[in-house]
């Protein structure tokens, strides 16, 4: 498949930064993957799950999109979390939770690459340093493996000899004989300090990953979570990117 791939990963019920990404990305690739948490912490998991529906061709579960949709404890969540997970488990439709829970837990292999939330051990588990990307290498099998769930563009480039983080946004290339653990960022909640929203393109058969950023209006977003009762703390977080 000599196709251009758009990566969206942590959408978390942001209709106003998926819109944002969707503008910024039209023209530029033929296929839509997603590393999963859809829903939780935004105020619109329906509509989210809606368009994932209808639009995305390869996609897995996160781990929040699992918790939603099950009666798995959440005592071990900040109290701002936990209000989100009971809220969104009330919020969404028979049809959207039914959607969640046939969702495929990863890694699932795309066109030679592979994808995660998590790790490739674990959709819970989070690649934070190069330390973690060390360990991770030895679950790998495919020489570029894209994962979520932390929330940071970026990830690893790994070799035999060692690991080191990709700086973004920019553009990468893929060169072989090296592993690539690769994040395409948050776009409904970026963590990295910068809180316009993230995403990737990958282009296999060129060996290029373009990792961007885009502007998207926040007091839109934070307005809505505002407005549905969800905790301010969700809210204010968008506006710091953190
Ligand atoms: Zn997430």
Known sequence: MRVAFLVLSDIHANTEALHAVLTDAQGRYERIVCLGDLVDYGAEPNQIVEWARANVAFIIRGNHD?????????????PAARVSVEWTRNALTAE????????????????????????????????FGPGDAIYALESISAPVTFFGHTHVQGGFLVTRGGSKRIAAPGTLEIEPDHFYLLNPGAVGQPRDGDPRAAYALYWPDRRVVEYRRVAYDIAGAAAKIRNAGLPEALAARLFMGV
């Open 96 to 127: 959207s939770r039914a959607y969640l829970e046939n969702l495929p837990r990863g890694p699932l292999c795309i066109d030679g690459f592979e994808i995660v939330h998590g790790s490739p051990m674990d959709e819970d588990e989070y690649l």
């Open 66 to 78: 699992r918790i939603c949709v099950s009666d798995e404890p959440i005592e071990q969540y900040n």
